[in-house]
C-alpha cells in the first residue's frame, strides 16, 4: 500500500512538472508572438529600415530566449530530486547563456546593417564611406570574437571540473606555457596591426592598391589578414601586418580621385600643338573626364623617337583606367590616319659619291 501511495505521488509531481514546464514555454510563446506584432506594427507605420533589420536578426533568438527563460523562472515551482533540479537548472542556464551571446551578437549585427544602410559605398567620392567601413568591420569582428570567448570562459567555470582543469592549466603550464606564449606573440601582432589599421587607417575597406605588382581593391580586413579583389577576380590574401611592415601604393588614399597618364613614342616631324588640341576634343566629349586635367607634353626624346605623355583625369580609379584605354586608341588612330609618316620610323641615309678613279 506504501509502494501504491509512493508511485500515486511521483505521478503526480512528474505531471505536475510537465504541465507546469508546458504552460511556462507556451506563455513565452505568446509573449514573444505578441512582441513580434506590435515590431511588424511599427514597421508598418514608419517603414524604418532599422525596424525591419531588428525582427530579422532578433526574431529567432528572442523566440527561443523567452520561453526558456520563463521555463527556468518555473524550475523555482517545480517538485522533483534536489539532483535533477540542479542538472536541469545547468541546462537552461547554459542554453540562456549561449543565447545572451547570440542575442548580443545580433544586435550588433543590426547596428552594422544601420551603419551599411547609412554609408553606402556605392558613389564615385566614397572617401567617408570607406573611412567608416573599415572601422566598423574591425570593431565588429573584434567585438563577436570577444563576446564568444567570455561566453565559452563563463559556460566552462561553470562546471567544477573545468575550474580544476583551468587553475591546474594555470599552476601548471611550465615550459608549455613559454612555448605558447612565444607563439602567440604573432598572432598579438597581428591583432595589434589590425587596430592601428582600423584607425590610422592606411588601407580601409574598396581602396584601390597596387601590392606585390597586382591591381585591385581591398575587399575584406579580418583581425589576421587582408583580402585583395584583384582585378582580373583573383584574391590576394596578406597578413595584415604586411599593409604596416611593407610599402605599397594606395590610389585612393585621399581621394577617389586619379591622374591617368598615356605614352606615345612618334616620330620628331610630329605636330604636338595638333595632338593638344585632338585630345581637348576627344575629352570633351568622353563622359568618364571629370574636367580637372587635360594636359599634352613632350617629356623625354632619343635618337630616333620623342615621349608624349597625354595627361587626363576622372573620377575613380576605374574610370581612369577605362578613359586611359580609349585614349590611347583614338590618338593611335588619329595620327596613323592624318600623320603616318610621324609614326616611330627607322632611317637610313644614302647618299652618291664619285667613284675614286
Not at 15 to 27: D, E, G, R, W
Not at 226 to 249: H, S
Not at 274 to 297: F, P
Amino acid at each position: 500500500m506504501d509502494v501504491e501511495k509512493y508511485l500515486n505521488y511521483e505521478i503526480h509531481d512528474y505531471a505536475y512538472n510537465v504541465i507546469l514546464a508546458i504552460a511556462a514555454i507556451i506563455i513565452g510563446m505568446i509573449i514573444s508572438y505578441i512582441g513580434r506584432k506590435i515590431f511588424m506594427i511599427f514597421s508598418k507605420i514608419w517603414l524604418t529600415f532599422v525596424i525591419h533589420s531588428i525582427i530579422r536578426r532578433l526574431q529567432g533568438p528572442i523566440n527561443v530566449f523567452i520561453p526558456l527563460l520563463l521555463l527556468n523562472g518555473a524550475l523555482n515551482f517545480m517538485r522533483m530530486d534536489p539532483r535533477y533540479l540542479r542538472s536541469l537548472d545547468k541546462v537552461l542556464e547554459i542554453a540562456l547563456t549561449i543565447l545572451v551571446a547570440l542575442i548580443l551578437v545580433r544586435i550588433i549585427k543590426v547596428c552594422e546593417d544601420y551603419f551599411y544602410h547609412k554609408y553606402d559605398l556605392n558613389k564615385a567620392d566614397n572617401l567617408k564611406e570607406r573611412k567608416i567601413r573599415t572601422q566598423l568591420q574591425f570593431v565588429r569582428k573584434f567585438t563577436i570574437s570577444l563576446i564568444v570567448i567570455i561566453t565559452a570562459a563563463i559556460v566552462l567555470l561553470s562546471f567544477e571540473s573545468m575550474r580544476k582543469i583551468g587553475a591546474g592549466l594555470l599552476t601548471g603550464v611550465g615550459i608549455g606555457g613559454i612555448i605558447i606564449g612565444f607563439a602567440a606573440q604573432k598572432s598579438l601582432g597581428n591583432l595589434l596591426a589590425g587596430f592601428q589599421i582600423a584607425f590610422t587607417q592606411p588601407i580601409r575597406i574598396d581602396d584601390v592598391v597596387i601590392v606585390e605588382g597586382e591591381w585591385g581593391r581591398i575587399e575584406e580586413i579580418t583581425l589576421t589578414y587582408v583580402v585583395v579583389n584583384i582585378w582580373d577576380q583573383r584574391r590576394l590574401i596578406l597578413p595584415i601586418t604586411y599593409f604596416i611592415e611593407k610599402p605599397f601604393q594606395n590610389w585612393t588614399r585621399v581621394s577617389a580621385e586619379l591622374l591617368g597618364t598615356v605614352f606615345l613614342y612618334l616620330d620628331y616631324t610630329i605636330p604636338v600643338p595638333v595632338l593638344r588640341e585632338e585630345l581637348g576634343k576627344v575629352l570633351k566629349a568622353h563622359q568618364l573626364w571629370d574636367q580637372r586635367v587635360n594636359v599634352v607634353q613632350v617629356t623625354d626624346n632619343k635618337a630616333d623617337h620623342i615621349e608624349v605623355r597625354f595627361l587626363m583625369s576622372a573620377r575613380t580609379s576605374g574610370e581612369a583606367f577605362d578613359l586611359r584605354c580609349f585614349v590611347r586608341e583614338h590618338m593611335i588612330t588619329f595620327i596613323r590616319e592624318n600623320y603616318p609618316e610621324s609614326l616611330p620610323r627607322t632611317r637610313i641615309e644614302l647618299r652618291n659619291h664619285d667613284k675614286i678613279e
